[in-house]
């Protein structure tokens, strides 16, 4: 076990997010060759490490298993919906509402205008668009 592997109670929360809706497909299909957990104990480890895919040891499912599904999920979207479950469940726990009513921007990391040094050509000062001179 490594520090980046989920525990029980973690797992029972994110297992039913992995897992897309079915909508109108079935249920078919070949059965797993390596379990869920394990390949997604696999992608935490590279992320909390920051090892390469190839560099990931033998005690997780191969390299490419763990790639190909962080990158169905990825382009699926579910790390999104991930995302999102964990933070509603967050604020109602902490008794918010799920989603926020409020934003608030802070003006000093939002800057508008950006100044620099005067522009020259030929050793002449250029006027900007408001006709004067920087």
């Known amino acids: 076990m490594y520090p980046s592997d989920l525990t029980d109670m973690q797992w ?6 992995l897992n897309e809706p079915r909508r109108e497909r079935h249920a078919g299909g070949r059965p797993r060759k390596h379990e869920q957990r394990r390949v997604v104990d696999g992608l935490l480890y590279v992320v909390k490490t920051g090892c390469q895919w190839r560099q990931l040891p033998s005690d997780f499912p191969p390299w490419k298993t763990v790639h190909e599904h ?3 999920w990825r382009d699926s979207g579910v790390w999104e919906r991930i995302g999102q479950a964990l933070r509603e469940q967050g ?11 409020v934003a608030i921007i802070d003006s000093q ?3 508008t205008v950006l100044k620099g040094a005067a522009r020259l ?6 006027k900007d668009a408001s006709g004067t001179s920087r």
């Open 12 to 17: 029972s929360r994110l297992a039913p997010l």
């Open 70 to 72: 962080f990158r169905a």
């Open 91 to 101: 604020r109602k726990a902490g008794g918010r509402n799920a989603t926020p009513t």
């Open 109 to 111: 990391s939002a800057k």
């Open 121 to 126: 050509r030929r050793g002449k000062k250029i």
